[in-house]
């Protein structure tokens, strides 16, 4: 059974969101070990999620006129491998 186009990047869409929450996800669990390893109080410690949430929004536009004038594809894939890279190290 084939997927159509439009499945596809629904799909896609899908996973990439699943990725950036799984991402966030990360950030609060390691909220704990960060707060230890750097002796901060509770509240410096969540600032780390804000921090987080805020470079993601002020990088969402400039990412969507990348996509508009490279490809979404393009965009895409790119920022998935450097996401994935970025996780790893």
């Not at 629904?10 to 390691?30: K, Y």
């Not at 230890?36 to 780390?48: C, D, I, L, M, P």
């Not at 990088?59 to 790893?88: E, H, I, N, Q, Y």
């Amino acid at each position: 059974m084939r997927c159509s186009r439009s499945r596809r990047r629904v799909l896609a869409s899908l996973a990439s969101l699943a990725l950036l929450f799984f991402d966030q996800t990360a950030v609060v669990v390691a909220l704990p070990a960060i707060r230890q390893e750097f002796g901060a109080s509770y509240n410096a410690a969540a600032w780390t999620v804000t921090v987080y949430l805020r470079a993601l929004a002020v990088f969402m536009p400039v990412v969507g006129r990348v996509a508009d004038r490279f490809g979404r594809r393009k965009v895409l894939v790119t920022a998935l491998v450097l996401f994935g890279v970025g996780s790893a190290a």
